[in-house]
């Protein structure tokens, strides 16, 4: 197995995706390797020698900046670490692409580069959400589509249904659809109407509309909502992670918030494994990225969905 | 001044908003006085001597239900205690009308009797959120309309403007809208536009788009967002109080997350001071929902928003 990961991305690069290769690839198993994309002689002087023949460096000095303009700084720096990463996976020299950069240019080179599976109308981004009696829930959209109809919701939660089942090893995952009430009446049309698809969905366990009070408790695994909500629910549950932390208010649930311990968010739907991981993530951070990209890898969630799609 | 409380709403009627009552009055100015609508055996048996000349009963035995539809219910029951309470207010016997009971039927009601402000499009429910720095932001709306145009957007602004303008005793309440990024460019075209009509409008102080990360930070006194948006933010803030309680990890800052100490949502827009409070309340919940009642009516809200529209 092969995890490719940028070491020009995120706001401490390239220290710390460099350092939490490291730290990844001491409890990852012998025979995975990472692609570090970045500038070999600053990689050098991070790297120890015990761990080089496990490490290959791909020489890409140049970096999309994290506040550039996506399109225009792809169509400019086709070099630059993001489309050389996403460009190695595309050709399957490495089986996932990590990075904490620029995660528009994430999506746009993955969508225009890997493309999305046949069948699929938009690819949505997932992201982990702590349960409190333990595990944790996959929310889908966390921010890549703004706007959605009812039938992108459907495949959300088909997308989601596939990925909890690889990766927290759930047979029937429940799908929840975030409405503002329980009843199937509520809500905008676009929901009203999503409703009532995932109720005829047999591909799928849906049970009913959930609130946002079922966030962490165990209603659903699998919480479908548009990219907008889900992105203001990811940013809010952030924030009291950012609360409890600075008030001294952690505890071993409140612990499972962090965004550090998460690691990173997958794109799903698309023809590859690419995981965005959040701009301030430090080495920590970085080390669980690659460790969600090698239960990816294992549990072929990517060639699941591009099997589900093509019937 | 006259606060009318429905005493049969709630899950714990009329025991609980009858104890709130006479809480609230211990604490009120002594010229004001509290109309109880509910069955008067009932509130007879919880009312002490010593306020009795500060309690008017109305008997009215009939409630409306938590699960009943609204609008079958006030066709079938217009002498419940709701339509009964609004009718009040309609009428100018009290200043105020509060219920933890049915929602919706307290929305509706609202706006068939007391009706819209003319020059209203769609009034708006709002809730309080705590800033850790001190305080409380206002947040518009929290469920009365699950699909909302900009200029109704824009609208929500100007109301949460007035409403903070009077509650909180701020000049220049900052404006800020709801979005999945800071950018100008971002969130769906709805958003995108009411960035723009937000931007041009002189009557309010728009600081830009703010994330789910700011609900909390003191960048905007006056959150606005569709209601389907501000119910799940609403709904999560009230399950993240109720994790942090059943750990013991409350402090002074997270208890202002209590709804018990919010009390009550207004319902902005329309002509009467009408709240609405959690069907869980009790009575210090409803003590709360009174005292944010007296500040509606200290605070000229409603008579504000009149002659802000009317222009």
Same mark, same amino acid.
């Given at each position: ?124 981004? +997932? ?128 612990? !499972? ?27 920590? +951070? ?23 799609? !093509?019937?």
């Amino acid at each position: 197995m092969r995890i490719g990961l940028d070491a020009m991305g995120g706001d401490f690069a390239p220290k710390e995706p460099i350092l939490g290769a490291i730290e990844a690839l001491r409890l990852l198993e012998p025979e995975t390797s990472i692609v570090l994309i970045g500038d070999e002689e600053e990689i050098h002087r991070y790297l120890p020698d015990d761990l080089s023949h496990r490490i290959e460096i791909l020489h890409t000095p140049k970096a999309i900046g994290m506040g550039e303009h996506p399109v225009k700084a792809l169509k400019e720096k086709p070099e630059a670490s993001i489309p050389t990463g996403i460009g190695l996976l595309k050709m399957g020299k490495i089986d996932a692409f990590c990075s904490a950069g620029n995660t528009g240019a994430m999506h746009v080179a993955s969508m225009f580069t890997i493309k999305t599976i046949p069948g699929i109308i938009r690819p949505a981004i +997932a992201s982990l959400m702590p349960k409190e009696e333990g595990g944790f829930g996959v929310i889908i959209d966390v921010g890549a589509n703004a706007d959605t109809k009812a039938d992108v919701l459907e495949q959300f939660a088909q997308l989601g249904t596939i990925f909890a089942r690889g990766i927290f090893d759930v047979h029937q995952p429940k799908v929840g659809l975030m409405n503002m009430g329980e009843e199937e009446s509520k809500g905008p049309p676009t929901i009203q109407a999503a409703h009532q698809l995932l109720k005829m969905d047999q591909s799928i366990n849906f049970i009913g509309n959930i609130e946002g009070r079922d966030l962490f408790n165990s209603k659903a695994d699998v919480i479908v909502c548009d990219g907008f909500t889900g992105n203001v629910i990811l940013k809010m549950a952030e924030s009291f992670f950012d609360l409890l932390k600075s008030r001294d208010k952690l505890d071993p649930f409140f612990e !499972r918030f962090d965004y550090e311990q998460i690691g990173g968010s997958p794109i799903l739907g698309i023809n590859g494994n690419v995981l965005i991981g959040h701009g301030v993530s430090n080495r920590n +951070a970085i080390s669980h990225m690659i460790f969600q990209a090698e239960k990816m890898i294992k549990s072929e969630i990517t060639k699941k969905i591009q099997e589900f799609f !093509r019937d």
